[in-house]
Each structure stands twice: as C-alpha cells, then as structure tokens.
C-alpha cells in the first residue's frame, strides 16, 4: 500500500491479495477471525480495529492521490467492507470463481467516485 506512485494500482493488488492464498489456506486469517471476536478477550478486538484503521488510512493515502470527488475515507471504508465480504466469500468454492470479475468491477466503480 505504500508502493509509489500511490494510487489505484496499490488499490488493485491490496484486493488481489485475497487471492493469492497458498493451497488450503481461504481469504485473510485476520478478516476470517472476525468472526470470532464476539469471544476473545477486549485487547484482541482494539487489536483488529486497530489494523482495520490503519488499512483504511493506507487507502485512503492511495485514493487521495487520485483526486476523486468523492471522500477518501468513505471509498476507503466502502472498499474495505468489500474486501472482508470478498475474503469470507473465499470459503466458498464459487467464490475464488467470480472473485477476478468482482475485483475488476469494485475498480471500475471507484474509479468513478
């Protein structure tokens, strides 16, 4: 994320990490136990909210200096949520299928913010 120059290209390869998993291994350990965190002790959630701010704020460096209309941080936040649906969706068999098009899609899309 912090590759210059900053931009959608950091973007693009961030999402595509999800799918670069070694075999047997599905999505992001770190969005996969999220799922858990309703059990693990309070230090263990700051833990992960703190990460997820830091990627946001990377994002967000990258998304600004494309200039967009629309707020960094929001696009940030939107793209983030996309990638925690898009490593859970990695469980699934269908999802590695249609992850390539959905990726490329949230791109164009942003791109257009």
Known sequence: MT???????????FLQVVLDC????????AINSMRELAVVPPEAQEMVAMSLGHLKRLLAKNINAE??????AT?????VTFFVGLSLEQNLKE?????????????RVIRSL
Do not use: S, Y
């Not at 070694?22 to 350990?29: A, E, N």
């Open 3 to 13: 590759r210059e120059p900053l931009g959608w290209g950091n973007v693009d390869r």
């Open 22 to 29: 070694p075999d047997g291994q599905t999505g992001c350990f």
């Open 67 to 72: 200039r967009t209309k629309l707020n960094a």
């Open 75 to 79: 696009i940030a936040e939107m793209i």
């Open 95 to 107: 999802g590695r299928k249609t992850a390539h098009r959905k990726i490329k899609n949230l791109m």
